[in-house]
């Protein structure tokens, strides 16, 4: 069933199946979530802790319809609908897990030599415009989709104020700029989001083993507990970058 938000639909493939598919990432302006509203759409207002509304929960429908009139119109609507599994779904409602909306002001290559000293050159780029081709994104039932309004997928973070990787002292700002720099470098794309997890589909990463080994030094910047407490070492870590989906998980 249409959300009535675009007529757009995916492409499917010679068996059916949602095919690879290019998708406009910049919106001129964030949305707002009376956009929803004006479209008969029930939402969850999630405010953080100081009552700011920063975005609007949707459990009920298709979800994956949902989702993917969401991206098909964003470049239009400026809502990035954003997966939340079913088992974070009471702390993302409690709002504890975002402060402010913020600005993103970090400059990403500064931020990940500074958390990790054995960086000394970032990844090369693959990707140079605004249109990665990504696959939908599988909502199983029970979860929902977090409608967040921002100009682009990497300012997620910011726009929520999320705390995930608080523990680090990191936050929404410092996380969206090294999303935007992999987004413009690889085409990386925010999917899924927890109280401390952050998923990004990445269609374009890199074969060269030394371009792998400079990008998993850059996630160990980001998310030192993928190595420390996962895969042990960044040349055990490596085969984990020429993956369609990179996950991370903050302590």
Known sequence: MSFGITDKTWPL????LTDFHPVTIRAEKPGTLEQLTAKGINFRPIETESGTVVAGLITEGDMERLWEELVLSFSDNGLWPV???????????????????????????????????????????????????????????????????????ADVPAALGWLGPCNYNYDGSDISAVLRSWEERFGAVVMVLGPAT??????????????????????????P???????????DYIPAIDSLAWGFWWD
Request: hydrophobic residues 35%; charged residues 25%.
């Open 13 to 16: 493939d010679d068996e059916g």
């Open 83 to 153: 997966g939340i599994d079913a088992d974070d779904m009471d702390d993302i409602v409690s709002g504890q897990y975002f402060a402010s909306p913020e600005d993103v002001t970090t400059d990403a290559a500064d931020f990940l030599r500074e958390n990790n000293p054995s960086l000394r050159e970032l990844a090369a780029p693959l990707f140079d415009g605004t249109n990665p081709s990504i696959i939908p994104l599988p909502v199983e039932s029970g979860s929902g989709i977090l409608v967040v309004p921002c100009t682009r997928p």
């Open 198 to 223: 952050l998923t990004l589909q990445v269609p374009n990463t890199p074969t060269e083993e030394v371009e792998q080994e400079k990008l998993a030094q850059e996630h160990y910047a980001f998310c």
């Open 225 to 235: 507990d993928n190595i420390d407490q996962g895969a042990g070492s960044i040349e």
